[in-house]
């Protein structure tokens, strides 16, 4: 097993593999009607996804908030999606409880899940078999394929470090059930054009007609500090660390929830430590000023 250090450096020049340290629920969804389905069910426009892509999407609970987020790949038969062990098996659940009639049969596969990074990994597209997403990490190809066969040489940390670069929000680490996904950063995961599906009424009146005051953004700090850090903007209380890891590149940095007023490049303050604020994620709708 490589160091952080020579995992990183690899990671920028010839890939490595991390395997995540709990095994993801896959959950299959065969049948006639599984389109149909998840497309009354997910936020993402399931029906525009070609056989061979992906899509992100999540599932909100009717008030809106993020009660799961994932991949959803779709082949000529079947639809798999990329579970989080931070759930449990409530997802999969979740739908087994909500198909009633409709003729979708939906599996969970409790397989490995590794994420290949850098190298000649696919950045794009999706293949069953094995299931494999391919996608970008930041500046980085990466691939998250679910399969027994692989083998990891690189620490999960180096996962973590490479995600907080990129400003990826983890579900159970930088937001939870409680949140909103137009905070968590994943407007672009809500389709406000397809039918109905739950919370799209919230989607709906945050998009046309509201706003968010607080989002997900990223840090620069001027030395290390404690996830749960209060963040504070001219000695007032604006938000809290999330995440926060020693980059080898950049040194130390994290994610913070962070009320959207103080703009990009502002210094906040960490107790003793700077920290330099990151931009509201794209797509984010803000209150014009």
């Known amino acids: 097993m490589l160091s ?10 010839g890939g490595v593999c991390v395997e995540h340290p709990a095994a993801p629920r896959l959950i299959r ?5 599984r389109v149909w389905f998840l497309q009354n069910t ?19 609970d009717e008030k809106g908030r993020v009660f799961a987020y994932f991949f959803v790949g779709v082949s000529p038969d ?10 449990g098996p409530r997802l999969a659940e979740w739908f087994a409880s909500r198909r009633f009639r409709t ?10 899940r590794f994420t290949c990074i850098g190298g000649n990994v696919p950045s794009s597209g999706f293949v069953s078999d094995p299931p494999r997403f391919g996608r970008t990490f930041g500046d980085l190809a990466a691939c998250d394929e679910f399969t027994d066969a692989l083998q990891a040489d690189a620490p999960f940390e180096l996962y973590d470090v490479l995600r907080i670069e990129a400003g990826f929000g983890r579900y159970g680490v930088d937001y939870d059930e409680r949140t909103l996904p137009q905070e968590a950063g994943l407007s672009h995961t809500l389709s406000v ?21 607080r989002a997900l953004r990223t840090l620069r700090f ?3 500090v404690e996830v749960g850090s209060d963040l504070t903007y001219r000695d007032e209380l604006v938000g809290r660390v ?48």
């Open 42 to 60: 997910v936020t993402a426009d399931v029906e525009g996804v070609a056989p061979g892509e992906w899509v992100e999407s999540c599932l909100l």
């Open 242 to 289: 999330t995440s926060s890891v020693v980059s080898p590149r950049f040194g130390p940095i994290g994610i913070g929830m962070v009320r959207v007023e103080p703009v990009e490049g502002a210094i906040l303050r960490v107790g003793d430590v700077d920290a330099t604020l990151g931009p509201v994620p794209e797509g984010t709708k803000v209150k014009a000023s």
């Open 222 to 224: 001027d030395g290390p």
């Open 29 to 33: 969804l065969t049948g006639p009607q």
């Open 193 to 213: 054009e397809k039918g109905c599906y739950v919370g799209q009424e919230t989607v709906a009146r945050i998009h046309f007609r509201g706003h968010v005051n």
């Open 4 to 13: 952080l250090d020579d995992a990183y450096a690899a990671a920028l020049d």
């Open 78 to 87: 079947e639809i798999f999606i990329a579970d989080n062990p931070a759930y």
């Open 103 to 112: 003729k979708v049969d939906i599996e969970p596969l409790d397989v490995k």
